[in-house]
């Protein structure tokens, strides 16, 4: 009974949240090949994943020629709806999946994907002190991996392997940051004095007053920003900046309803979103409607292509700045089986292992920041690797790099199979706060009052 009261708590924040959505089959780019080793890799095909992959793919090819790499990407479903169409399907599962850190866990904690961790430790070529230690603790669904030399327990796994260390940064129009004479309005340098919530928030408003000053038929179509307040390492960044001690109270309760939360909120309100020509969306920023957007360096790429380059960079306005990653895990279920290529039989898993070793090499690395996608996982390509010239050098890609590190751990404490609709609960929350029309304080203490009964319910449950 506990269980399925869960599953209805769980659903009730997911039903709120999200409209229901059919999606597309995955497609193969490329095919089945006799006489070698075939290994299928499957990602999404948005945000130049699926193109990242197919580099990296023909890259590994070029000095394997036994090996043949199949990528297939996920339809227009995202890894869950991947996983819950053929997680359990052996012969249509791939043998390598692309993941990003906030939405393996359930799948990790099923069973799903390999422990890496005796891989890592068979070669000094990938030693874990070459990468960011914080995107490997993102790599355990605990938020902690230890050493498989050390603790052998499931808990501290490392179910993928980190290719990318993706901090959130802001990506502006450049064609309408100079018609609009935005440009007049940024500080001479990007100390933190002169860049924080503070400072920003009189930004915004100026680059809102700018649009409003070009005329009537412009402000009804320009907007200011795509701030993104709802996604995970923006909220946990920009609470923090604002004197926020967390979204959770010390039973892991929601305190979104808190003093110091609610007059975060009201204020963000105020001064930001209940102005009309403030807040524009994803789709606007690429359409040339929004000025800026809130992201991470993969989506920038997308921007950069699909704006024929009118783009670039800012760093993120607070002093600690979210920080995420995806990587590829190996599923299991594929992982033992074997293939025979000029007379040599091989295990799936150490196909995989060694594609996965090449990606996180610096020669795989190199071949995925001339791409543009990625901010390299090797630390020692942290200031002078390829990406730092992709797309076009004069480009600010220290933006990406700005800022102290801060991990996102706040749903660490939950069981991975409720994190899904919790963040779900917290999005939907706060979408509505940018909201002109639904976040004014008194319509924000009905949501925040419904929104935290189904989290709260969730978590009581657990």
Not at 24 to 52: R, W
Not at 95 to 105: H, T
Not at 273 to 301: H, L, W
Not at 449 to 458: C, E, G, I, K, P
Request: proline share 4%; glycine share 6%; charged share 25%.
């Amino acid at each position: 009974m506990k269980k399925m009261k869960l599953l209805l708590a769980l659903s009730a924040c997911a039903v709120l949240a999200f409209p229901a959505t059919a999606c597309t089959p995955p497609v193969n780019e490329n095919e089945f090949e006799e006489g070698k080793y075939n290994i299928t890799v499957a990602c999404q095909s948005e945000e130049g994943e699926e193109a990242v992959m197919e580099k990296l793919a023909s890259s590994y090819e070029a000095k394997n020629p036994d090996v043949n790499v199949i990528v297939k990407n996920f339809g227009s479903s995202d890894l869950d709806g991947y996983m819950q169409n053929y997680a359990w399907n052996e012969d249509k599962l791939a043998n390598i999946v692309w993941v990003p850190d906030d939405k393996f866990a359930p799948w990790a904690a099923k069973g799903h994907f390999l422990d890496l961790r005796p891989m890592y430790e068979a070669s000094k070529e990938t030693s874990y002190e070459l990468y960011y230690e914080s995107m490997l603790h993102a790599a355990s669904y605990t938020g902690e991996y230890k050493p498989y030399s050390v603790d052998k327990s499931e808990k501290h796994a490392l179910y993928y392997a980190p290719r990318d260390y993706n901090k959130i940064g802001i990506c502006y129009n450049t064609e309408l940051f100079e018609n609009f004479g935005i440009y007049d309005l940024l500080p001479e340098d990007f100390s933190h004095e002169n860049w924080n919530m503070d400072t920003f928030i009189t930004f915004l408003q100026g680059v809102s007053g700018k649009i409003k000053e070009a005329g009537a038929a412009y402000s009804a179509s320009y907007d200011a920003i795509n701030f993104f307040l709802q996604w995970e390492p923006v909220y946990t960044s920009v609470f923090k900046e604002m004197g926020s001690s967390g979204i959770l109270d010390a039973n892991y309760d929601l305190n979104l309803k808190s003093p110091e939360n609610r007059k975060i909120l009201s204020k963000l309100y105020d001064e930001l979103f209940s102005d009309k020509t403030m807040i524009g969306t994803e789709d606007g920023f690429k359409q040339g409607y929004t000025a800026m957007t809130v992201c991470v360096r993969p989506v920038a790429y997308t921007f950069y292509s699909v704006m024929k380059g009118k783009v670039d960079f800012l760093p993120f306005p607070t002093e600690a700045v979210g920080a995420g990653c995806s990587g590829y895990a190996i599923t299991t279920k594929t992982a033992n089986k074997t293939q025979e290529a000029n007379g040599v039989e091989k295990t799936n898993k150490e196909l995989c292992w060694d594609f996965i070793k090449y990606i996180i090499s610096e020669e795989g690395q190199e071949v995925a920041g001339e791409f543009g996608t990625s901010v390299p996982i090797l630390k020692s390509l942290k200031d002078n690797g390829s990406w730092t010239k992709a797309m076009d050098p004069n480009l600010n890609h220290s933006a990406w790099l700005a800022g102290e590190e801060l991990r996102l751990t706040t749903y660490n404490v939950f069981e991975p199979d409720a994190r899904p609709s919790l963040r779900s609960c917290v999005d939907a929350i706060i979408n509505k706060q940018q909201s002109v029309d639904e976040g004014t304080y008194a319509k924000m203490t009905g949501w925040l009052d419904t929104y935290t009964t189904n989290f709260n319910r969730v978590n009581d449950l657990l």
